[in-house]
């Protein structure tokens, strides 16, 4: 084989298409959002239970 008498050179150029300022959202909506809150106040409520109940003073 003939060996390159040129370096390879590749070029990227950048996209034509303007970027979007927002980022893109989940495919799975607020899903994963409303699951997170079901925990943290699931979590909230088991330790209001272990600790009497009420957080008064």
Request: glycine fraction near 8%.
């Amino acid at each position: 084989m003939r060996q390159q008498t040129k370096p390879f050179i590749v070029e990227r150029k950048p996209s034509r298409k303007p970027k979007p300022d927002t980022t893109q959202p989940s495919i799975w909506g607020r899903l994963d959002a409303d699951i997170a809150q079901g925990l943290k106040n699931q979590h909230d409520a088991d330790h209001a239970a272990a600790t009497g109940g009420d957080d008064r003073a």
